[in-house]
Structures are given as structure tokens and as C-alpha cells.
């Protein structure tokens, strides 16, 4: 079966525009969580879906924000970027909340 | 407040000989905790769980609550394990990941 799937791949944005990543989880799947990753800070949790409904939230700034449809695809969207958001954006997708799949990844540069 | 500790980011280790990667954990619960590997332009991936006690590609890990360790061992490594290796402590509904660390075999 197809496994989670990230798009785009790479992008290149300004500072202060905004950006939408999406991501489309193994079929039956209906958590779906993102991270951030950075050779600094490493891997970190931004947000999980259950059923289009946000249930947890990680400590990043309003900017960051995210949907899930009723098809349990989910986007992301970073709005006013900033050079510090130039990161890896992950993510995962589960059927029962512990064994998360995680796609390739969206490599997000700010320039 | 949760965390995952990771204390070494590289380790380097010859073909054949042991592999002990730490990861020391803090949580006041009872503790759900994984190991992740990201070969080199693969993406993330689950190794093994606690709850399961599963071996993977020769790899255990051993949950001892009392020191709140969960460190992933292997007793002969070799080449292909070089990767980058997650530990990962599971609540409420989101995995919080150690910083990792880069392990190195050597020829």
C-alpha cells in the first residue's frame, strides 16, 4: 500500500510570505502529525490530527497552523516565514496512535 | 515536563564489534518509548517498540524503569547499521524525540 505522502518536496520562499505543505497519510489512517526537523533542534512536534480535529499542539508560535480534511489529508500552513523556519517539515501518519509512518518530508528554505 | 535524553551525537564503532546506543528518558508515568533510524536519504522509520520486545535487524532495547533508560543494543554491528537513531517517548498523542544520535561503523 502507498505510504505517507509529502508535497512539495523542496521549496524556496522569501521572508515574510507564507507557505502550504501537504501531506496525504496511508489510506485508513486518520492521525496525522507534524514535525519539524533541524540539525539544531532536532525532531520537533508542531501539531496531531484525529477526524479533521486538532488534539495537541507543540510550542511553536501562531504562524504555524494546520487542517485536516475529511479524507484525513492534512496541510500545513507557516504564514509571515522567517530565515529560523528553513527546516525539514515531517509528517506522520498512524492507525493507532503509537506506530507513526512518516513520509519524506517537505525541505522548506527561506531566503 | 517530559524529555528524551540522547547524551552521546556520535558514535563511532567497528564492523563486528558491540553497539550500545543511550537514551535516558524523564516521565512520570508509565512510559511508551521507541527507537526511530533515518538511514542516509531514507526517510524516518520505527525500529522497534518496548511494548513489543521485538528484535529488529539484530537490534534490542530494554525498558528499565528503575534508571529510566531505554538503550538500543546490537552485540556485532555492522556497516549498513551506520544511520542516524531516534529514541522516543509516546503521551498524549504525540511522540517527543530525543536529539538523536549519528552512529558510525567502521570497516
Known amino acids: 500500500k502507498a505510504g505517507v505522502t509529502q508535497t512539495p518536496r523542496y521549496l524556496i520562499k522569501t521572508r515574510g510570505q507564507q507557505v502550504t505543505l501537504s501531506c496525504s497519510p496511508i489510506?485508513?489512517?486518520?492521525?496525522v502529525s507534524w514535525y519539524q526537523q533541524t540539525p539544531g533542534q532536532g525532531l520537533q512536534f508542531l501539531f496531531e490530527y484525529f477526524s479533521e480535529t486538532q488534539r495537541n499542539k507543540g510550542n511553536f508560535p501562531g504562524r504555524f497552523s494546520g487542517r485536516q480534511f475529511s479524507n484525513s489529508r492534512s496541510e500545513m500552513n507557516v504564514s509571515t516565514l522567517e530565515l529560523g523556519d528553513s527546516a525539514l517539515y515531517l509528517c506522520?501518519?498512524?492507525?493507532?496512535?503509537?506506530?507513526?509512518?512518516f513520509g519524506s518530508g517537505t525541505r522548506l528554505t527561506v531566503v | 515536563a517530559q524529555r528524551v535524553t540522547q547524551p552521546e551525537k556520535l558514535l563511532s564503532v567497528f564492523k563486528g564489534a558491540p553497539v550500545e546506543l543511550k537514551c535516558n528518558y524523564s516521565?512520570?508515568?508509565?512510559?511508551?518509548l521507541f527507537w526511530y533510524v533515518q538511514y542516509s536519504r531514507q526517510r524516518l522509520q520505527l525500529l522497534l517498540r518496548?511494548?513489543s520486545r521485538e528484535s529488529i535487524k539484530g537490534f534490542t532495547a530494554d525498558l528499565n524503569k528503575g534508571e529510566t533508560s531505554f538503550h538500543l543494543k546490537k552485540p556485532f554491528a555492522q556497516e549498513e547499521d551506520s544511520a542516524m537513531y531516534y529514541c522516543a517517548l509516546w503521551r498524549d498523542d504525540k511522540i517527543i524525540f530525543g536529539k538523536g544520535t549519528r552512529l558510525h561503523i567502521l570497516p
Open positions: 518496548h511494548i
Open positions: 506522520a501518519s498512524s492507525l493507532d496512535l503509537r506506530g507513526y509512518t
Open positions: 489510506s485508513g489512517h486518520r492521525s
Open positions: 516521565y512520570s508515568g508509565s512510559p511508551e
